[in-house]
């Protein structure tokens, strides 16, 4: 029996320089590296396929051009007009796509299931809620310069976590490092105990529970039950104007295609590499000499990061933000639009995204007492028979018609 050709943890042997890496047999040897005793790697592609960039680019031209212009330039009831709210419905489900994305590149490349991402998307969020509500100004229904939420409570200053919220710069950092720096230390420690598989899978959505949680208090500074709405303006513009939320759209979709080509080339490169052999096999990974801690640390900022930046981008279109959005069950969605579509595929949990969320705005509205049990249904459905997803079963169909 021949021996099978080496797999990508082989090929980390090899390029740690040592003698560990499995003897293949000269008949099933590739051809000979440059030098001996080293496993030749597969060349680096190219970012995308031909047919990728022409997806990539009408992708782009779409986003960019035909969803403006059917929305502010063909007029209402011609057949051809996108109203306002298909805009601001595909502006969500764009957002949500890049959780998902987010998603593949933790659970389908480095096999870390995570049902927690949700405190992430709401943190961005809030941040971005906070400088909302400092936009209002005194247009409140209280006619004061704090938040209507603080003046109905009694407050008399803004908590000290309010400081940089009147600050647009301040807030698009913000965006970036509070769910940073909470995945951060949440991801210390938790990859340093080496917690792993339905273990950390708990955690994650235990720690969701407890921020949704202290979101709800009113003491905490960020409306309670509530959350914050009633948003005036971002930058000092009318932000229910047509234009600005067909600005935000052009936004969101370049945001999720920029994301996309970076998760492309990450995946692509040696620390992609590594994170797939971390998912097939960790402890041969800490065997070649690599730590696992840096890395499944770094993805899991990048992927906390994504999803903060996701919520920042829905609460202006969307019009609210509340604690509800850090539940245990959005999490949870997440991973479904992932599997869905298609784990490590990077576009399969964009797909995944769209078609789900895509049933759920008709369903909810046509059938909303059978919409969980269709979600349910789906997800045990997908599992069972579609283990690669929607896109995995296209290619399969594309190869068998190919054959």
């Not at 007009?81 to 998603?103: E, N, R, W």
């Not at 797939?276 to 096999?281: K, M, S, V």
């Not at 969320?357 to 997908?382: D, M, Q």
Request: charged share 10%; hydrophobic share 50%; with cysteine.
């Amino acid at each position: 029996m021949s021996t099978p050709f080496p797999t990508i943890n082989d090929s980390l042997l090899a390029e740690q320089g040592t003698d560990l890496a499995p003897k293949v047999p000269a008949q099933a040897r590739p051809p000979a590296p440059s030098s001996p005793g080293r496993v030749e790697l597969p060349g680096k592609g190219p970012l995308l396929t031909r047919s990728g960039w022409s997806a990539f680019v009408i992708a782009l031209i779409v986003v960019c051009a035909v969803a403006p212009v059917l929305n502010l330039w063909v007029p209402e009831g011609h057949a051809l007009h996108l109203s306002t709210y298909a805009v601001a419905l595909l502006g969500k489900i764009m957002c949500y796509a890049i959780c998902a994305l987010a998603m593949d590149l933790i659970w389908g490349y480095t096999g870390i299931l995570s049902l927690g991402h949700g405190v992430f998307f709401a943190l961005g969020g809030y941040t971005m809620g906070m400088y909302l509500m400092r936009q209002i100004g005194a247009d409140g229904n209280y006619k004061s310069n704090l938040p209507d939420f603080m003046v109905f409570l009694d407050w008399k200053e803004l908590p000290w976590h309010w400081t940089f919220s009147d600050s647009f710069v301040a807030t698009l950092i913000l965006i970036v490092a509070v769910p940073g720096i909470v995945a951060f230390v949440f991801g210390y420690f938790a990859f340093r105990s080496r917690i792993k598989g339905v273990y950390f899978s708990i955690i994650t959505q235990a720690m969701t529970f407890a921020a949704m949680l202290l979101f709800f208090r009113n003491e905490t500074g960020f409306g309670g039950n509530n959350g914050f709405t009633d948003f005036k303006r971002i930058l000092d513009i009318p932000i229910a104007t047509p234009s600005m939320r067909m600005t935000l759209f052009v936004m969101t979709g370049l945001t999720l295609l920029g994301f996309f080509l970076f998760a492309k080339w990450l995946v692509g490169s040696k620390f992609g590499r590594v994170l797939q052999a971390i998912r097939d096999a960790e402890t041969r990974v800490m065997f070649s000499g690599y730590s696992p801690l840096g890395y499944k640390l770094t993805i899991w900022v990048i992927s906390a990061v994504m999803c903060g930046v996701a919520g920042a981008l829905y609460v202006p279109q969307v019009g609210i933000i509340n604690p509800g959005e850090m539940s245990p069950a959005n999490s949870i969605e997440i991973a479904i639009w992932a599997a869905v579509g298609g784990r490590a595929s990077l576009i399969g949990p964009i797909v995944g995204a769209f078609i789900v969320n895509g049933a759920k705005s008709w369903l909810t509205v046509a059938y909303p007492e059978f919409w969980l049990y269709f979600l349910g249904a789906l997800f045990i459905g997908v599992t069972l028979f579609l283990p690669n997803g929607v896109v995995g079963l296209v290619k399969k169909l594309r190869k068998g018609a190919e054959q």
